[in-house]
Each structure stands twice: as C-alpha cells, then as structure tokens.
C-alpha cells in the first residue's frame, strides 16, 4: 500500500524512486520487494508501467480508466501527462502493419524540451 500511495502522488517513478520514497516509513522493505510490488500491481492493472524512450527504466503510474499521452523532456527526463489529448483507440491501427496480430493496446509518448531545459 505505501508503493501505491506514493505514487498516488508522485507519478511516473522507477522502482529504485519508489523504493527512496517509502524507505523513511518502511526501513526493512528491499528494493527486490518493491520491483515485485510494482510487477504484481502493474499484471494485475493498478499500476500502469510506462517505457518512455528517453528514459533508462520503466516508470509506473497508477491506473485509471482513460489511457493518455505523455510528454517527455529529451535532455532531463521529465515525463508528464497530457490528459486533453486523446491517445489513439487500439482498434484504430492499421492492421495491414502488424499482420496476424491483436492490438490491445497503444501507447503514444511526445518527445520535447521543457521549459527549465530550454533556458
């Protein structure tokens, strides 16, 4: 419970990040057992594990209903959510490019410099 109330606020974090956020209220807790946490929660839908391409290791947020886009700062890693803009339908790709396979899923991610990077 304490992964997931940590990232109720503070979302978009590694394992290792999630494993320094709860560490000060859970000192015996092990960075093995919070990668199994994140990999339990995530199979089962809780959690939603993100791959952002500028980015070393996968990074989770809690689950919602509505999938979204995310931006991400190519030189500090920053990801946000763009929660007004609406991430393709699974069953709006184009099937003649992925031949013999189910679509379940689509994941759109924006490449960009935020504004701290910028200046």
């Known amino acids: 419970m304490a992964a997931l109330g940590y990232l109720a606020t503070h979302p978009h974090r590694s394992a290792t990040e999630i494993h320094r956020g709860v560490a000060p209220e859970l000192p015996t807790l092990t960075l093995q057992s919070v990668h199994n946490i994140v990999q339990d929660l995530a199979e089962r839908g809780i959690l ?9 290791a996968a990074l989770y947020e809690v689950a919602d209903e509505h999938a979204h886009p995310h931006a991400q700062c190519v030189r500090c890693g920053r990801l946000v959510d763009l929660p007004d803009a609406p991430a393709p339908a699974a069953g709006t ?13 689509v994941v759109v991610t924006y490449l960009g410099v935020c504004a701290e990077c910028a200046s």
Do not use: L
Not at 48 to 56: F, K, L
């Open 48 to 56: 939603r594990r993100i791959h952002p391409p500028a980015s070393n």
């Open 93 to 105: 790709t184009p099937m003649q490019s992925a031949p013999g396979m189910t679509i379940i899923g």
